[in-house]
């Protein structure tokens, strides 16, 4: 068995390289916000339900898919939530390139793909280099939330947050169906099946 907790080398973004900005609507202003970050939305379930139950924050929800994003973005319009920036983007580089350093409050990272291949292994958001980036964008005492249908993924996640990267680890819960309204699609897809999924709880330092 692998160790699950690995030294990750540093990301260095290729200079010159175009990230497209892939906004349609405007970023918060970041100096006067309390934002929040979301990687890999999806069509948008938690997003869209989020903004609307947090109207004094603002989300940014970065999805690269495509017909994902295409399908988000429509429900965005239709709804026109005013604390609602989706991006269509790689959020690997745009992070780094587009969100200025410790001004994100909560990341939250849900039903990421697993990439269960062991050469697929650095894909998975705990072993991406991007992460030295993201982890720069959060405010010291900012919360990440992760959750994943996989036990071993969850398990994974946390010894690497943790041991690799030095974050608090706060909590590891089960959700159950009934336990919750599912936060995602693929949460209420996983839960509908009876499967259980997993949230992972954990804090930056002060
Ligand atoms: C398994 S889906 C989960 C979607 C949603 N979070 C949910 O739970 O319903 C994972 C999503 O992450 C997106 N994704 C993966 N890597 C990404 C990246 N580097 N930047 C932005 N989105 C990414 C994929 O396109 C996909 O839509």
């Not at 990230?19 to 869209?48: H, K, N, W, Y």
């Not at 239709?78 to 991006?87: C, I």
């Not at 072993?127 to 030295?132: C, E, G, S």
Request: with cysteine; hydrophobic share 40%; net charge neutral.
């Amino acid at each position: 068995m692998n160790d699950p907790v690995q030294a990750v080398r540093a990301f260095t973004p290729q200079p010159g390289v175009d990230i497209p900005l892939g906004i349609t609507r405007p970023l918060p202003c970041f100096e006067q916000s309390i934002v929040d970050l979301e990687l890999g939305s999806g069509t948008g379930m938690f997003a869209l339900n989020y903004a609307e139950q947090h109207p004094e924050r603002h989300l940014i929800a970065i999805e690269q898919t495509v017909n994902k994003f295409d399908t988000f973005s429509r429900a965005v319009e239709l709804q026109q939530p005013p604390n609602l920036t989706p991006v269509h983007a790689d959020a690997a580089l745009w992070v780094e390139r587009y969100i200025p350093e410790q001004s994100i409050k909560r990341l939250f990272i849900l039903y990421p793909n697993p990439y269960p291949k062991k050469k697929h292994r650095n894909l998975r958001w705990h072993y991406m280099p991007a992460m030295h980036a993201i982890l720069k964008v959060l405010q010291p005492g900012s919360s990440i939330t992760f959750c994943t249908n996989l036990r071993w993924l969850v398990d994974e996640a946390a010894a690497q947050f943790d041991k690799g990267w030095h974050l608090d680890l706060i909590s590891l819960g089960s959700i159950q169906q009934n336990s919750r309204a599912p936060l995602t699609r693929f949460e209420k897809k996983y839960l509908a099946r009876g499967e259980t999924c997993f949230e992972l709880q954990l804090r930056l330092p002060e």
